[in-house]
């Protein structure tokens, strides 16, 4: 490619995010939409500034998909992936069954033969990885029951490729080694697939095994002397390299590279650089993605959908509502409350980036005739379109519903005034300060994105608004300019550094109370210059510590007086350790590192240190030694005389 | 023109939103150059008291004042606390706990009942001074001068303006200390610190 072509076609891509994303997150309808619009806008039937060189930047940038597993790894722990396994394969499971049947049903019905009609029923029963985990995590709904449903579902699909792609030849009877992949984009070839299976199956396993030992026990050292060298952008090529070096290597084996680098994320879920990884992968993740969803959008042929828009919207419509029922079910199957099984059949609701891979992979192997692919093609790019989209129908109209119908119920407890307070993420931290405040004859207003609480919150009279607080729209309805203080409660850090920003850009008169995840989050929202801010599990931990002193013999006066004395103490080192964080801050790389040291250095000086030292007071040993001293002088005085006496 | 003493107003009110009197008097005298006004309630809501810190403050000032609501015949329990802490051996009192010696303190009280009542033949039975001998104690073990207390009595009766009164009575005698305007005799003289004030109206 020559270089002018490049910078040419980067301008485009980069004009039409710039201009269109900002547009659709003001609208409050996320980037997502807005990436996907971009594409259309720029693609052959609009203003045609991209033809079929989008297809090959659409393989490219499917790299992005596999760094934004990377990314939600690094959020999960083994544990939680362990405890999580019933809803991956349960519920992950029997959508993909059930959705398969449902759909292989309806396409035998049309008029396909039994193996088009599996493939089809495979294809359209994958769901789009990226649209639903970008949209979800942007309205900081992952850790919903909906958040949580949907990622075993989109994991176990992730999972499913793998043994679909190997199917799929054996049962057109075509057994082709290369294999088109969408997801494998680093390379085309599988070496291993020459092998015996036995001989793979070991490769795999080897593979998987070297990931999870390098990960556990070396990373941490190629870290550390990484972040020695002082280089930020080594330590980035670094976490690049790291990336796509496992992406390729799980390529090779035949494993999906996203799944291969989620693992990886997972391992290094516990290791002191994951925040450092983070940072580093998450704007190639973000642009990928971006460019990935934009390429999606340009894709969409318009003019088979002019030709035939009767099929096209036909199929989508069909499509969309068998995986909505499905779902729908599996979600009351599974316990889901209200509200959220319809979040989730509504996130989930269209195909995805799997499908592309799935169609093309088919077509090749002449399993699906070209006219067949093409309009699935453009449905599962139309149907990624309509996600966010739906996913906005859902937060606007359907979910007020709910909350609506639980507002006549109970609509005398209401009151309707301007309370002082505002309360943004009424979750377990939230709810306390409410109750604190409620107990004070204090009125608070609430602003929630789970409809879970809202229902419970009710009971207790609260004047609660379901949605995002980072919306200015929802913010101002809930009174932000009449209100003198508001408290930032919701769990994701991102989430309360935006909520802080908004606030204190629109409402520069409300007072800012925010909940700090940790140490370096508290440094954080220090210099943003908010009111108060509070470490959320800072306070029960003494609490508790003092309990156990208690219980190891102090006097429960005493085991009060030290946890005073410690806060106190832990006051004073936090400020120096902000202190050093902000030097460190300056020269990057070493932060977390240096950061460990700081504070292993405090924990060492503390284990010296008693932190009585205000309790002297009531030590009366200097006084006993001064007592005793004098006691001494005078009976030594008296032997004195006694022995003159004898002279 | 004398030197100026710096004074040290140790404020203790554990209701300070239920309170007509002492609220008018810190508004007397919160703003006064050289009179360093502290709060003990609110500066240590949880009694954790600094004990570096309240040390400090006593060496840069010349003259202390314990002021408080009288309850129980005592203070308010942050200043016992206060006394506990504070005032530690080696520091304020014992062979090498000289650091407060020569300076000035008294208590500023407000108290309900009125000065008749403060008798040995009245309800109850002692005097303020009387009453106040654990302070004058601390204070002579430690090496200061110990000063007439200021007093006012009957709140509970005492009109809106009464009170701004007693505020201005309060302020003035405050700065008359922090400008050295009286003699020691002057002030020892008195039975509450009040009484200076007739002094200069004769």
Known sequence: ?647 | MNERNKLLVLFAHPALHKSRVNRQLISAIEAVEDITFHNLYEEYPDFHIDVDREQDLLLSHDIYIWQHPFYWYSSPSIIKEWIDLVLKHGFAYGRTGTALKGKKIFSAITTGGRREVYQESNMNNFTIPQFLAPFRQTARLCNMIYMPPFVIHGTHLLTEEEIRKAAMEYRKILISLRDQIFSDEEIWNCTYMNDLLELTQK
């Not at chain 1, 190997?166 to 009877?173: E, G, Q, T």
Request: proline content about 2%; some cysteine; charged content about 20%.
């Open chain 1, 1 to 647: 490619m020559h270089s002018q072509d490049f910078f040419y076609q980067a301008i485009i891509f980069l004009t039409a995010a710039v201009v269109s994303v900002p547009l659709m997150k003001r609208l409050g309808l996320g980037s997502a939409l807005g990436y996907l619009l971009a594409g259309v806008l720029i693609g052959p039937y609009f203003f045609k500034l991209v033809g079929a060189e989008g297809i090959d930047i659409m393989h490219f940038a499917e790299f992005g998909v596999v760094m934004m597993l990377f990314l939600i790894g690094l959020e999960v722990r083994p544990s939680l992936l362990w405890n999580m396994r019933r809803s991956i394969f349960g519920l992950g499971g029997l959508q993909m069954l059930i959705t398969s049947l449902g759909i292989g049903g309806i396409s035998m019905f049309f008029g396909m033969n039994v193996l088009q009609a599996i493939t089809i029923g495979l294809i359209f029963s994958m769901s789009s990885t990226a649209i639903v985990l970008q949209t979800l995590a942007e309205k900081g709904l992952m850790k919903t029951q909906a958040g949580q449903g949907s990622f075993s579902v989109l994991l176990f699909q992730d999972i499913a490729v793998i043994p679909i792609l190997a199917i799929l030849p054996l049962m057109a009877n075509q057994v082709r080694a290369r294999s088109v992949d969408m997801h494998e984009p680093v390379i085309n070839e599988t070496a291993v697939s020459a092998l015996p299976g036995w001989q793979q199956v070991l490769l795999i396993v080897g593979l998987v095994t070297l990931i999870i030992i390098g990960g556990r026990f070396l990373a941490r050292y190629v870290f550390r002397f990484i972040a020695q060298t002082g280089l930020r952008e080594i330590f980035t090529a670094t976490a690049l390299l790291l990336v796509i070096g496992i992406a390729v290597a799980t390529d090779r084996v035949g494993l999906s590279p996203a799944l291969g680098t989620f693992l990886a994320g997972v391992v290094l879920a516990d290791n002191e650089y994951r925040h450092e990884l983070e940072a580093n992968i998450e704007p190639f993740k973000g642009l990928l993605l971006g460019l990935f969803f934009i390429t999606v959008g340009s894709s969409i042929d318009f003019h088979i959908f002019t030709d035939q828009p009767g099929t096209v919207l036909g199929i989508l419509g069909i499509l969309i509502l068998v995986k909505f029922i499905i779902l729908l079910f599996l979600g009351r199957f599974f316990r889901m409350r209200t509200g959220q099984e319809i979040l989730f059949s509504f996130a989930l609701a269209q195909s995805g980036e799997f499908a592309f891979v799935l169609i093309s992979f088919s077509s090749q192997n002449a399993i699906l005739p070209e006219h067949v692919s093409g309009i699935m093609l453009i449905v599962v790019a139309l149907s990624m379109l309509v996600t966010p989209l739906l996913l906005i129908i859902n937060d606007r109209l359907v979910q007020p519903l709910f909350i609506r119908a639980q507002k006549e119920h109970e609509a005398d407890e209401i009151t309707e005034q301007d309370n002082p307070v505002l309360i943004a993420g009424f979750g377990r931290f939230g709810v306390v300060i409410g109750r604190f405040l409620r107990a004070n004859g204090i009125g608070a207003t609430v602003l929630d994105s789970n409809p879970d609480n809202i229902q419970f919150l009710r009971k207790f009279g609260f004047k609660v608004y379901y949605g995002d607080a980072n919306r200015a729209a929802l913010l101002e309805a809930a009174g932000a300019s009449k209100a003198r203080v508001i408290i930032v409660a919701v769990d994701d850090r991102e989430q309360i550094n935006h909520i802080v920003e908004q606030v204190q850009r629109k409402y520069p008169h409300l007072k800012i109370f925010a909940r700090a995840c940790d140490v370096r989050h508290s440094f954080e929202l220090n210099d943003m210059n908010i009111a108060g801010y509070r470490r959320e599990t800072y306070d029960s931990s003494i609490d508790l510590a003092t309990k156990v002193l208690g219980e190891l013999g102090f006097s429960r006066y005493q085991a009060n007086r030290a946890a005073r004395s410690f806060r106190y103490h832990d006051e004073i080192m936090m400020k120096e350790l902000h202190q050093l964080w902000h030097e460190d801050k300056r020269r990057y790389i070493n932060e977390m590192r240096r950061f460990t040291q700081q504070l292993e250095k405090i924990l060492i000086s503390e284990k010296d240190h008693v932190l009585h030292e205000s309790d002297h007071a009531w030590d009366i040993e200097s006084r006993r030694e001064e007592i005793r001293e004098m006691y001494e002088m005078l009976t030594k005085d008296n032997e004195g005389e006694k022995d003159q006496d004898k002279t």
